[in-house]
């Protein structure tokens, strides 16, 4: 019987079957970063253990980092104290950790597969959410718990149950102007915040299949706002040639070997899936979200739905996502005014982002009253942009330049909103309380969106700029 | 493994949170794990949603000293923070029933013993507006039979096999669990091309 990715990834990382009817299923690749792990490590020394496969566990500093100054200690104690942790905790049990002096720090879900860390055939973990962007490479690969991330470092396992699997096909071609950040905002508008909970998604069809390694990451990393805890593409050649001369990939005649394997990972034709989902590409626009979850969205010509028009289940978070956002029903979301742009984040902070947004940040100046920041996903994303002058486009347009790490998209750094700000943002969460602020507001968009908000200072269609 | 693991059933005071997609931000502030151990988590549990609705629930009088959470639906979404969870521990909560949960935020609870079960919404809405009826009334929560009690009433309340498994049998803290495979890891990883080399 023809099988899935999914099916040959498990299988060939079951230990065995648990007392429970879970799976033991071994790690291949853990990542870590100082916010969730600190209690991990805690709990395996109170437990005497050690790290079991000290080699398959790599570490970065993202969440907490500012991107302003960022010379040691650092103004927030807090902050401080957590990267002390990790410094400590990783040379404790001998890990490594791509700190700020290694050239390869930045937002965990960029740095794994720029390292070629991240490929096609692994299971990846890491405590984050968004570790579902690994799977843009062809892994299988979710976000853990602190708890998990014990089991992880103490046996290199989780004890999980099977997703069932949905494959999500985008038919088409997309219109320009539209990028990848649509199509994943649209399949999350489609399917439901909650509709992934208990799959898998396997991304295909011609969009996908034709898509860059860097937008297929921003398509995986916004799997589990739809409620899926992993999501994945099927490796082809673009995987291939983007895991080509990686530091972390074999070079030579095993790369070769390497690339043999990971094609034989791939969904065979026939395989079956638990459903099917489609959409059409070429009817996506540029997508904004308006309201408090990443479902809430609309193409950037269309007016923001009524409560009514919901399911009555549904109606109560719409009204609260009215009143947070301060918007009415059937208002157009185009001409929403911003105070913030944001262009960052393991959704879109890589050099193709950047790319984008400069193109359009060309096309004027920031707007008098809007703050706009560019935050690169990792420092070599930093230093191919400076190479290119992305930098000083930017500046020359009013936007500020900063250094890599999570930033604005969850405010743990001096990054946030104050007060009730209203943000353009290229980030993944438009929770209430999200960038920093318990009353800012957030729009999620493409960087092109973002770049064209912020040159405008409202929410306006990009591709009235890029005509 | 220690009886007092076993989580056959929980009873205590119910806490009604109505709402759908209440996401981990919500449960806990990012601000707020800037800490490197999770005490006093409990504290910050829904801190912005508390301030600025002086009726959340959290704050009601009525409702303090509760330890079963009755929530909408997709409780939990988003980040995986363990913070969210750890931080309804710590306020207090030992179990949840609800119509849909994250995920992750699913796995964190069991990972601490916190059973999560899933009701329909009628039974969920039902349930919430009995106990803000009578705050004082114990809910009971039986993971083993999959059904809450609430007065004469039981309600059905299911959750899948394997966490059903590990809850009841206390063999949810896992790290002992995982361990006892020995070897057979070792031998899975020297299967794996990208483990021994391509």
């Known amino acids: 019987m023809a099988r899935t990715l999914l099916d040959k990834v498990w299988e060939a990382h079951t230990v065995r079957t648990l007392p429970s009817g879970q799976t033991q299923l071994l790690i291949g690749l853990h990542l870590i ?70 050239g390869r720090q930045g937002i965990v879900h960029v740095i794994g597969p720029e390292l070629g860390l991240s490929q096609p055939g692994m299971t990846i973990a890491c405590g984050d959410s968004h570790t579902s962007t690994h799977g843009a490479v062809g892994a299988i690969a979710f976000g853990i718990g ?42 999350i508008g489609t399917l439901g915040v909650k509709g992934g909970v208990g799959y898998a998604y396997e991304y295909a069809g011609p969009i996908i299949e034709r898509m860059t390694m860097e937008e297929r990451l921003t398509v995986c990393n916004m799997s ?4 899926a805890r992993c999501g994945y593409v099927n490796p082809d050649a673009t995987t291939i040639e983007y895991l080509r001369g990686r530091p972390y990939t074999p070079a030579g005649a095993a790369f070769d070997r390497a690339a043999a394997w990971w094609k034989t990972m791939a969904t065979e034709p026939g395989a079956k899936f638990d459903d099917v989902a489609r959409l059409d590409g070429a009817a996506i626009e540029p997508v904004v979200t308006w309201g408090i979850n990443p479902g809430m969205s609309v193409g950037v010509s269309q007016r923001i739905p009524s409560p ?23 208002q157009p979301i185009k001409g929403a005014k911003i105070d913030v742009a944001f262009v960052g984040s393991c959704t879109n902070g890589r050099l193709s982002d950047l790319r984008i947004a400069a193109e359009v940040a060309k096309k004027g100046k920031v707007a008098k009253h809007v703050r706009a920041l560019i935050v690169p996903g990792s420092q070599q994303v930093a230093r191919a942009a400076e190479a290119e002058g992305l930098h000083e486009i930017f500046q020359a347009a009013g936007f500020q330049w900063r250094k890599a790490g999570c930033s604005m998209c969850l405010g743990m750094n001096d990054d946030k909103l104050q007060g009730r700000e209203m943000s353009a943002s290229s980030s993944n ?39 | 493994m220690s009886t007092n693991f076993k989580r056959r059933q929980v009873s205590g005071r119910g806490i009604p949170l109505p709402g759908n997609d209440i996401d981990t931000d919500r449960i806990i502030p990012a601000r707020f794990l800037k800490a490197v151990t ?32 009755v929530v909408g639906q997709n409780f939990g979404c988003g980040s995986s923070r363990e913070h969210a969870p750890q931080a309804l521990m710590r306020w207090g909560i030992r179990a949840i029933v609800g119509g849909s949960f994250g995920e992750i935020f699913f ?26 009826r009578a705050p004082q009334q114990p809910v009971t929560v039986d993971v083993e039979t999959q059904e809450v009690r609430f007065g004469d009433r039981i309600i059905k309340a299911t959750v899948s096999d394997g966490p059903r498994n590990q809850l009841v049998g206390g063999t949810w803290d896992s790290t002992a669990v995982l361990l006892e495979a020995g070897a057979a890891i070792e031998a899975t990883a020297r299967r794996l091309p990208y483990v021994v080399g391509y």
């Open chain 1, 33 to 102: 970063h100082e916010v969730t792990t600190p209690q991990a490590f805690q709990m395996l020394k109170e437990l005497k253990l050690t790290v079991r496969m000290p080699e398959r566990t790599f570490g970065t500093l993202d969440h907490i980092i500012p991107t302003a100054d960022q010379t040691r200690p650092y103004a927030d104690p807090l902050a401080e104290d957590m990267a002390a942790h990790m410094y400590k905790n990783t040379k404790e049990f001998g890990l490594p950790l791509f700190d700020m002096a290694s």
């Open chain 1, 146 to 187: 602190t708890t998990q991330v014990r089991d992880v470092l103490a046996t290199q396992c989780l004890a999980m149950a099977k997703p069932k699997l949905r494959q999500v096909r985008v038919d088409g071609a997309l219109a320009k102007g539209v990028y990848a950040k649509d199509v994943i905002l649209a399949i």
């Open chain 1, 224 to 227: 589990i706002e739809g409620g």
């Open chain 1, 308 to 330: 009514d028009s919901q399911p009555e289940p549904e109606r109560p978070t719409f009204h609260e996502a009215l009143a947070h956002m301060g918007f009415e029903a059937g």
């Open chain 1, 429 to 467: 969460r438009n929770f209430i309380g999200r960038q920093g602020s318990p009353t800012g507001r957030t729009l999620l968009m493409s960087p092109a969106m973002v770049a064209a908000a912020a040159i405008t200072g409202v929410v306006t269609d990009v591709r009235e700029i890029l005509r």
């Open chain 2, 38 to 69: 999770f005490e006093g988590m409990g504290e910050h549990a829904f801190e912005d949603a508390r301030k600025q609705n002086p009726e959340h629930p959290f704050n009601q009088k009525a409702y303090q000293g509760a330890s079963v959470l």
């Open chain 2, 107 to 132: 796995g964190n609870c069991v990972m601490l013993g916190i059973p999560c079960l899933v009701a329909s919404q009628a039974d969920v809405e039902w349930l919430q507006k009995a106990i803000a």
